[in-house]
């Protein structure tokens, strides 16, 4: 092959650059270019709204009429509502327990997953289905499952025996609150044993092996190899989870509206209740807010741990 | 799809604009075709799904076609379920665009007032044509003088009963008295057959019972100047009190998780014997004799009855359903949809509607308290005197943004299921009283 001086020279003397091209040659600039579809979409889809609710908060903005600056105005009448507390409460132990039971669960799915049986690849699949339904679709069939008057779980506790008058799953607070907590546990668990996993087969085999040799038993082996290694991977997928779990809406909305009495109100049907129901948008706003502390902390700690772990 | 050309559209659009600017009527009439701004125009009216669904198919096949052919303009019908409107209204206001008129349920215009566009002229020729409106329509549709919304109709509950089931326990009609009907709540109950009502969050059947329940016993939200707290009473006390009670020995105790339609399932499976809800039972029951039947294999619609909730010592009560088609005020299409509203609430046209609820709402204007659509079912006959007898939320003051928020945080239906869920009544009513005072301050 031949290769000549002359053939790759009026490519490189061109003048056809023009002064983008110049512009772009200039890392900084490319950087600045590559970069600007991500903060218009974040600026557009997250920034803007959030600017815009911290916005509305300070105001008494209603729906229709923009409103005035009341400084912190609706904080210290959100503080004094009692629902708002009750919803405070409700949304802290929704997430609380629905995490530690996703993340149990979903762990232990995610372990019997990772083993190898006939069926495996369909198997996994399935187990996504709670998470694949809408959330609505599933939740009204949830619904209908705890309904008082038909549900088919009392139907076949009381066919089996086991109780003699029906329960009343979501009409007594105690159940309503333990009943949406089942089925966000189990809407839930699917997120939490795909990503786990996917945490579990980056983990060398031979690391097991190895411990196997040496004579570490299947809990030794989980807990001073498997446990420490996907460690950083359950800390992102439980980061995740609490945000999401934190601003749930749909299936409270669903299932019980938020009653009885309050009983099932977490801090999104409440905002949706004030800023939508009643039109208090500002109010809304601030109900919406107020989760934004308890999360930053929580994503801050996270994050930190996180860091640590990987450090190490 | 019939393509139609620049030349033509000029053609046509010129045929009828001189004959509105000439002959008016009578022009568009004589030129065969409908004035020229309808030509291109479309009016996007948002309603709820009704709980008759004749009624949203008479729209859709009959309505919408004559509305084109009459006025020249396109309806574009949008049903969705009640619950969600309010989210679409929201949005629709806050960025200034979205359907032309929207069906407003109860007090819900008192909520947009700024952002509903003065119907008056249309509301008060309908309302000299047709014998005026019922206050409770008025009140939720005015702000001062102006008219914000159009009266469209009134829904409400009574209570829908098995006949067969009370003539057993020995009542040949349901009972008129909180008393009686505790009593013979108890009976049913014993025998697997409660009395259905809901105590959930839920936005028809909830405050449908326990408002007009609450009143009855002589309670009220506030004093007549809409502003002072009258809750905490000696009278909405004795109301909690016998409501404990009440649902511990009458009533499905499920019926704190129950919605809007929890009680039409549970009366149509023979599961409740009694509960307070519109004529939709009825009419359901009535379209399908096969499918809903009593255990004596005969149809249920013939065992149904209707009748009012029990009187107390404050006096006998409902709580109507106004519903008011509120012109929107971002709307482009102010003219149109005007003449829509005149039309589609003109007498002609409404009937056919109003003929199609078969008596599950009763007219806005008292001319349709003649109609013959009354003299078609006496089970369905009660339902017209509901407007007469009917209070809204917030009494003794005006429905206005406080009523509506009391309501949306369902204070008055949450001070009965706490103290049924086993909270001292004074302690239930403390509570309520509470979060009415923050929401009227």
């Not at chain 2, 299409?333 to 829509?340: E, G, L, R, T, Y």
């Amino acid at each position: 092959m031949t290769f000549t001086y002359a053939a790759v020279r009026p490519y490189a003397g061109t003048p056809r650059r023009g002064p983008l091209t110049r512009l772009l040659e200039d890392e900084r600039w490319l950087a600045a270019t590559l970069l600007l579809p991500t903060v218009v979409l974040l600026g557009l889809f997250i920034a803007y709204p959030f600017v815009k609710g911290v916005e509305l908060s300070v105001t008494d903005a209603k729906v229709g009429v923009p409103g005035h600056f009341v400084g912190l105005q609706n904080f210290a009448d959100v503080w004094n509502d009692g629902i708002f507390r009750v919803a405070v409460w409700n949304t802290c132990l929704y997430t609380v327990v629905t995490t530690i039971f996703k993340l149990a669960l979903g762990l232990w799915l995610a372990l019997l997953l990772n083993n190898n049986f006939k069926g495996k690849a369909f198997t996994r699949a399935f187990i996504l289905l709670p998470f694949i339904i809408p959330t609505v679709l599933s939740t009204l069939a949830w619904k209908w499952m705890f309904d008082p008057t038909f549900s088919v779980i009392n139907y076949l506790l009381f066919q089996l025996g086991i109780i003699h008058s029906r329960i009343n799953w979501l009409g007594d607070p105690h159940l309503a609150l333990i009943s949406v907590i089942i089925v966000n546990v189990w809407r839930g668990v699917p997120f939490y044993a795909i990503s786990l996993l996917a945490g579990l087969q980056t983990i060398s085999p031979e690391l097991h092996e190895a411990a196997a040799i040496d004579g570490a038993r299947a809990w030794q082996r989980f807990r001073h190899v498997t446990w420490p290694l996907l460690l950083p991977v359950t800390l992102v997928i439980v980061l995740f989870s609490v945000i999401q779990t934190f601003a749930d809406f749909q299936l409270v909305y669903v299932l019980t509206g938020g009653g009885p009495a309050n009983a099932t109100q977490l801090f999104a049907t409440y905002a949706y209740q004030i800023g939508i129901g009643t039109g208090l948008l500002s109010q809304g706003a601030t109900i919406s807010l107020a989760v934004f502390p308890v999360l930053l902390l929580v994503v801050i700690v996270q994050l930190l741990y996180i860091r640590r772990v990987e450090t190490h | 799809m019939a393509r139609i050309d620049r030349r033509s559209l000029l053609k046509l659009s010129g045929a009828g604009a001189i004959a509105a600017s000439t002959g008016g009527i009578a022009g568009i009439l004589a030129s065969g075709r409908p004035p020229a701004y309808a030509q291109a125009t479309t009016v996007h009216w948002l309603r709820w799904s009704d709980f008759v669904p004749a009624s949203d198919q008479l729209l859709r096949q009959t309505i919408a076609p004559e509305c084109e052919k009459a006025l020249g303009i396109k309806l574009n019908l949008e049903m969705v379920n009640a619950n969600d409107i309010q989210a679409r209204i929201t949005s629709a206001i806050q960025s200034g665009s979205g359907p032309d008129i929207i069906l407003g349920l109860n007090n819900w215009p008192q909520l947009y007032t700024d952002s509903l566009a003065d119907v008056s002229d249309v509301a008060d020729d309908l309302g000299k044509a047709q014998g005026g409106y019922y206050d409770i329509s008025k009140a939720v549709a005015t702000a001062g003088n102006k008219w914000i919304g159009v009266p469209w109709c009134i829904g409400g509950g009574l209570v829908a009963y098995r006949k067969s089931w009370f003539e057993e326990i020995g009542l040949d009609r349901f009972p008129d008295t909180w008393e009686a009907l505790r009593d013979a709540g108890k009976k049913l109950k014993a025998k697997g057959r409660p009395i259905g009502q809901t105590l959930g969050h839920t936005f028809g059947d909830a405050p449908g019972f326990w408002y007009p329940y609450l009143w009855s016993w002589g309670g009220k939200e506030v004093e007549a100047d809409g502003k002072t707290v009258a809750l905490n009473s000696k009278q909405t006390v004795d109301s909690v009190k016998f409501a404990v009670g009440f649902w511990k020995d009458a009533c499905d105790e499920g019926g704190l998780a129950w919605d809007d339609s929890s009680n039409n399932r549970a009366f149509l499976s023979g599961s409740i014997s009694a509960t307070n809800n519109g004529a939709s039972i009825y009419l359901e029951a009535k379209k399908k004799p096969d499918t809903y039947q009593t255990e004596k294999g005969t149809p249920m619609f013939k065992d149904i009855l209707h009748a009012p909730l029990p009187k107390g010592a404050g006096g006998q009560f409902n709580l109507p359903g106004p519903f008011t088609s509120m012109l929107m005020g971002y709307s482009k299409n102010q003219k149109p949809a005007k003449d829509f509203l005149r039309w589609v609430s003109s007498k002609p046209i409404f009937e056919q509607w109003f003929t199609s609820q078969q008596g599950y709402t009763v007219g806005a204007t008292l001319v349709w308290e003649e109609d013959k659509v009354w003299t078609l079912d006496p089970v369905l006959l009660p339902f017209r005197d509901l407007p007469r007898k009917g209070r809204l939320m917030g009494y003794a003051g005006q429905p206005n943004r406080a009523s509506a928020e009391a309501q949306t945080k369902y204070i008055i239906v949450d001070m009965y299921a706490k103290a049924v869920q086993g909270t001292p009544a004074e302690d239930a009513v403390k509570g309520a009283h509470e979060e009415l005072v923050k929401i009227y301050a």
